[in-house]
């Protein structure tokens, strides 16, 4: 649960982010405009140098703001192309599906195949046909957005992981969606030596559940306390590393996600979490320099 003071900020328009120590840091923090940036306090313990790093993706390796936008825009126009109440059957179903796929983390039921179930849930609830959903899903979810995806990258994201890679670091994508094609429109396809999704069958688990973090360490043949996970979110990416024996590093987006709980402070050291404010900070932060 968030702290009071955090709900606060919000209700006034203030939007609250991390900001890690002076130790992962050269320069003072700034603050934008109707933005407060906390320190958050870490321990000046330094980190073993990992032998991989496994990434999330969205809202890892690209601003989900300017994607939103984009996709706004797609989404404002489609009223001329697919008839005039298709931007509200759209969106409608999309949101139902992300509150569903939120609903499903922990899921652990034998013989439950997520990828069926995660299309079939909220097509239960729309009263629609499951195929209905998986088609507008992967229409505006896994493919429109791709061609938006580069100018959504975040600054220097393909130099820091150039950088993990020219340190001799094994990298790898564990993401809840299909990661290969938004990894090939943001043009760093060829910097991962192992891509997964929760959907797949060796998976078979949303985060935080630790199936992904353990798959993904495996295939990068590397102990799972070697392995460091970056990603943006310390209620499912910091959460599952933690409960598969990663250190992680969380970027610090302030960005909301549908049906999450609100992580508030959750980001306290705790000697195994770092969080940084830029992406161009990871190669540092995972104490790969």
């Known amino acids: 649960m968030g702290s009071p003071f ?3 900020l919000r209700r006034i328009g203030l939007s609250p982010s991390f900001a890690a120590s002076p130790a992962l840091h050269d320069q003072p923090y700034r603050t934008g405009a109707n933005q407060v940036v906390f320190m958050v306090t870490r321990s000046a313990k330094s980190w073993d140098r990992p032998k991989a790093v496994l990434f999330d993706l969205d809202g890892t390796l690209y601003n989900q703001r300017i994607l939103r936008k984009a996709m706004l825009r ?9 008839g005039p109440f298709a931007a509200v059957r759209i969106a409608k179903t999309l949101r139902s599906f992300r509150l569903m796929r ?4 922990g899921m652990t039921e034998p013989g439950v195949v997520l990828a069926e179930l995660q299309f079939s849930r909220p097509a239960q609830e729309l009263g629609v046909d499951a195929r209905q959903v998986e088609s ?3 229409e505006w979810m896994f493919e429109k957005p791709l061609r938006h995806m580069k100018s959504a990258a975040w600054p220097g994201m393909r130099a820091a992981l150039v950088a993990l890679r020219d340190a001799g670091l094994r990298l790898g994508v564990y993401s809840d969606y299909p990661p290969d094609a938004k990894l090939g429109a943001l ?17 078979n688990a949303f985060k935080p559940s630790p199936k992904g973090f353990l798959e993904g360490a495996r295939a990068l043949d590397a102990d799972p306390k070697d392995v460091v996970y ?3 979110r310390h209620d499912v990416d910091g959460m599952g590393a933690a409960a598969a024996g990663m250190r992680c590093v969380i970027l610090e987006t302030g960005m909301s996600h549908v049906g999450a709980v609100d992580s508030g402070s959750q980001g306290a050291d705790n000697g195994t979490c770092r969080s940084i404010l830029e992406f161009s900070e990871v190669p540092r932060a995972v104490g790969a320099v």
């Open 74 to 82: 797609e989404l404002a126009r489609a009223p001329f192309t697919k």
């Open 187 to 203: 043009g760093v396809d060829d910097l991962f030596e192992v891509t997964l999704g929760a959907t797949d069958a060796e998976v």
């Open 230 to 232: 970056v990603g943006d």
């Open 102 to 105: 939120e609903d499903l983390r």
């Open 136 to 138: 507008t899903v992967v």
């Open 6 to 8: 955090l709900g606060q």
